[in-house]
């Protein structure tokens, strides 16, 4: 704006230096004129032509007057408003002036000098060549308006300006046509005599006015002076410089335009900053949209629109039991109040959008609802510094994804939503990801969560949160994926999750009720719903069936009631509604379906497998253990080639294991027990990826096939509980990966093939009431990552291998009722990781070595029915976490129990004693209170 006016005022100061000019060299023409004796009969008459000539110049003369006296009228008003902004108000004497001027005939103004703000202004005489025109103009008002767009600014182009009273309009200097606009009686024109009348009345001289002086000339010879002719070099100057004027007068009246406008504005906004104080002097003009906050509020002001930005219960919240003036000098109690204090005190406030407003408060509400001074991990978060919130921390990874089934990982794990990359949870400075995952949190969900409107994701698992699921959260439009596993939320699902974009529903572990409302139907993106261990009730609301892209619905241990529900046959992933009241029977429209998966197990269901089960191509897991199913197991489901698991144990099923099922060369887990009887089909040795064969509980007979031993990837064996005999397959000794076999209460017989020293990786043996014949194979010593051992109940006889000393990872040993004779190893008290050692009833002899007391972990000891010896070692005081010592039914022991094994007071379950060890003895002398000695 400064450069724009300092430009108007330049050509203003040109165009008076022109009209001084054009003045002085009037007056010289008016003076020579008043005092020439040349008499009007030795004057040549100028041509007619030269007559129009000289008429049409005086007429352009004089409008081009009328013009000067409007424009520098607009100098005056530019130089006021100029004035006004600078603070120091109209110049009143220069106004006096030109009020002095217009009573003569002028409308006198100046440019602006630029070093000294002072006008100086010179003004030639107006009265010095009046002409017909202008007396013509002087009876009324002529108007002539040329509307022409303002930004048509070129100077060889038109220009149109409309301007107040006494403004002009103008066109371009080849436009043929230049009209002034004025209003009321031009100046009046006289004579020099009544020019000097009106100086003698107003007091104002030619100098005060700066008007052109006459010079005087010599009348002496002035018959000799060549004679005038109608054009001269002097006139065609005078043409000239009007046509220079014309463009001047163009050029500086759209500029007085433009400025008066821009002045109109800026004054009012220049006056009150000075207002405003000095303290904002210097800065730098801000403009703000119509969501930042004002940077020149007051307190209150703030106050207000920060509150105006949150809901109406947010706010009401914030104001109860408090005086919020004075907030920032009072404690903040709500989680709420703490959030808007901390939004007030930051330095950076009125710099930010309301939507960064509301995103801060919510996450900061979040922060102190959620006992965010003692997270796990918390960095920068409520840090002012210029950290932006999408800097504060968050974790890259989803969170914990439990899997209840052996079927392929959660799509949503890597495809569904793309999370925080590097921890970064915004996307354009929007919160998209609030990804805060087993991070120590305690406290609340607050309703302010559902401000962050931009929100995709959602993942707080594993934290101490309390609190509901509000039906708010139907302002989170884009949400995708709400993962609020074991953070014992409680409630009902509100309906309004029914205008949700979900793809991922992960509610499991907690404490919500009602039953699933009939909106999620409305979700037809979803593809994960777990609702597993909270307490829904009621049936599966048939509008699910809608839900065509369902991948996993499992809402396992809940207490939903109901018979099978057909809307699950619209799937095409898993349906899963374990521990649960189902009732009713297995629809054969099951075979229609498309599921991958068909778990209902632990519930009240009752009739048989239908055979179109069958049907089911694409399945993969069939859980239907722990129901009153009966019937036998249709042999049709050999034909179910991509199945993974078959669970049917726990029911009423009879007949004979189908041959059929070896067919199933994908079956990873095969669990039957029910009253089965027949044999073990060696057909099952086609099942090359089987992982788990359970076929305990049941009525089978004959023996283990041998062709077992090529499952080569078998993890666990359970075949106890059955009729089986015969010896045990040394070509078992082939699973090398086997972690867990038990082959109790069977018939098994013969002895413990050596080959069991090759299960490197075996865990887990256990038999008991099998008749095993034979001695213990020292290459039990190769089980180095064995951890119970229990050959109990059987016929084993011979000694205890000293190799059993390897088996550093023992912690239980079971060898009890067997026939085994010799001494008990010493190498015994190398196995520092026994809790539990069980020798009884057994045919033992020697001495209780001593360097069982090193065994630290030692919990029960039990060598009763033995034929031990000696004394009791006193060292068995030195094992603290003793609290079961059987000894009796061993006549040779003597000594005395150690004092400090009489003060343990923790029984284990098994034990039923009234305080101190439970020590039984036989003819020994007791140093406990209870001690029994028979």
């Known amino acids: 704006m400064k450069d724009i006016r300092v430009s108007v005022l330049k050509e203003c100061q040109i165009l008076v230096e022109e ?18 004796t040349t008499k009007e009969s030795d004057r040549v008459p100028p041509a007619m032509t030269e007559w129009k000539e000289e008429s049409k110049a005086d007429e352009e003369a004089g409008l081009m007057k009328d013009m000067r006296v409007s424009v520098l009228r607009e100098c005056r008003v530019l130089e006021d408003d100029n004035n006004l902004a600078a603070g120091e108000g ?105 020019e000097a009348q009106q100086e003698q009345t107003t007091g104002l001289t030619l ?21 005038a002719q109608a054009v001269d070099l002097q006139e065609r100057e005078h043409s000239a410089a009007m046509k220079r004027k014309r463009s001047l007068f163009q050029l500086i009246g759209v500029g007085l335009l433009l400025v008066t406008i821009i002045v ?34 007051t307190v209150e002001d703030i106050r207000e629109h920060v509150l105006n930005l949150l809901p ?37 406030l009125s710099n930010y959008t309301n939507e960064r407003i509301v995103q801060r408060f919510a996450l900061a509400t979040f922060y102190y609802s959620s006992g965010g001074s003692q997270w796990d991990a918390k960095d920068n978060w409520l840090t002012y510094n210029d950290v932006h919130e999408c800097d504060w921390f968050s974790k890259n990874t989803y969170g914990f994804i439990p899997l209840a089934f052996t079927v392929p990982r959660p799509l949503f794990v890597n495809e569904s939503v793309t999370g925080p990359i590097d921890g970064v949870p915004c996307k354009d400075q929007q919160y998209e990801h609030l990804w805060l995952n087993h991070n120590g949190m305690y406290g609340q969900i607050p309703e302010e969560m559902y401000l962050l409107t931009n929100l995709k994701s959602i993942s707080l698992d594993r934290n101490d949160l309390t609190g509901t ?80 892209k369902l991948e996993k ?117 095969f669990i039957l027990g029910n009253n089965l009887s027949g044999a073990i089909p060696s057909e099952l040795a086609l099942m090359t990826d089987l992982v788990h064969l359970g076929v305990a509980n049941n009525l089978l007979n004959g023996t283990i096939p041998t062709e077992l031993g090529s499952l080569s990837v078998l993890d666990t064996l359970e075949v106890h509980n059955n009729q089986l005999t015969g010896m045990l397959p040394s070509e078992l000794g082939q699973l090398s990966l086997l972690r867990s076999f038990i082959l109790g209460n069977n018939h098994l017989s013969g002895a413990i093939p050596a080959e069991v020293g090759q299960w490197t990786s075996l865990d887990l043996f256990a038999s008991w009431w099998n008749p095993f014949s034979g001695t213990l194979p020292t290459e039990l010593g190769l ?62 002899s020697g001495v209780i070595p001593s360097a069982i007391s090193g065994v630290a972990g030692l919990q029960q000891v039990r060598l009763f029915e033995n034929q031990l010896t000696g004394a009791v070692p006193s060292s068995l005081g030195l094992l603290e976490k003793l609290k079961l010592l059987w000894l009796h039914n061993n006549s040779g022991l003597s000594g005395t129990i150690p004092p400090t094994l009489c003060n343990q007071t923790t029984w284990p379950d098994d034990v039923e004693v009234d305080g101190g060890i439970h020590v039984d003895c036989e003819l020994v002398e007791c140093s406990c209170d209870v001690c029994v000695c028979q």
């Open 19 to 36: 009209e001084d000019q054009a003045d002085d060299q009037a007056a010289i023409k008016a003076s020579d004129g008043a005092t020439a």
């Open 90 to 194: 109209p110049n009143n004497s220069t106004s006096e002036n030109r009020e002095r001027l217009e009573a003569k005939g002028m409308a006198s103004g100046s440019p602006k000098n630029l070093e000294t703000g002072t006008i100086d202004v010179a003004v030639g005489d107006d009265n010095a060549s009046p002409d017909p025109q202008h007396e013509m103009m002087a009876q009324g008002q002529t108007t002539t308006e040329t509307n022409v767009a303002p930004t048509q600014l070129s100077r060889g182009g038109n220009v149109g300006v409309t301007s107040r009273p006494g403004a002009f309009n103008v066109q371009g200097p080849n436009a043929g046509n230049m009209e002034s606009t004025r209003e009321g009686p031009s100046p009046s024109r006289g004579n020099h005599d009544e």
């Open 207 to 227: 100098e005060d006015a700066n008007m052109a002086i006459a010079r005087p000339v010599n009348e002496a010879g002035e018959d000799h002076r060549p004679q």
């Open 264 to 297: 109109a504005v800026t004054v009012p906004i220049a006056v009150n900053q000075d207002k405003e104080g000095d303290s904002d002097e210097g800065a730098a003009e801000t403009v703000a949209n119509e969501t930042t906050v004002a940077n020149e509020t």
């Open 312 to 348: 109406a219960s947010t706010a009401q919240g914030i104001l109860r039991d408090i005086d919020v003036t004075d907030l920032m000098n009072s404690t903040a109690f709500t989680p709420q109040q703490k959030a808007y204090k901390w939004v007030r005190q930051d330095p950076n």
């Open 469 to 548: 699921i509000s039906a708010n959260i139907g302002q989170l439009t884009r949400l995708e994926e709400l993962d609020l596993y074991s953070t014992s939320v409680d409630g009902t699902i509100p309906s309004e999750i029914g205008l949700l974009p979900l793809k991922v529903l992960f509610l499991i572990v907690n404490l919500l009720s009602g039953q699933i409302p009939s909106e999620v139907g409305l979700l037809t993106e979803l593809r994960q719903v777990l609702l597993d261990t909270n307490l829904i009730t009621g049936p599966i609301p048939p509008e699910m069936a809608f839900l065509s």
């Open 553 to 669: 619905f499992s809402i396992w241990q809940n207490a939903i009631t109901g018979s099978v529900p057909n809307v699950a046959f619209q799937w095409p992933g898993l349906f899963s509604v374990e521990q649960n009241l189902l009732s009713s029977t297995i629809p054969t429209e099951l075979g229609l379906s498309k599921l991958t998966g068909f778990a209902v197990g632990n519930n009240g269901i009752t009739g048989s497998i239908p055979s179109e089960v069958a049907l089911m191509t694409d399945l993969v897991h069939l859980g239907v253990a722990n129901n009153l199913l009966n019937g036998t197991i249709p042999t049709e489901l050999g034909s179910l080639s991509v199945l993974d698991t078959l669970e049917v144990h726990n029911n009423q099923f009879t007949g004979m294991l189908p041959s059929e099922l070896g067919q199933l060369s994908l079956l990873r887990s």
């Open 783 to 844: 089980l180095s990552t064995v951890t119970t051992f229990e050959v109990a109940g059987s016929r084993v006889r011979g000694s205890i291998p000293s190799e059993i000393g390897l088996m550093e990872n023992l912690t239980v040993f079971f060898l009890a009722e067997n026939r085994l004779t010799g001494m008990i190893p010493t190498e015994i008290g190398e196995l520092s990781s026994l809790v539990n050692l069980n020798l009884g009833a057994n045919q033992l």
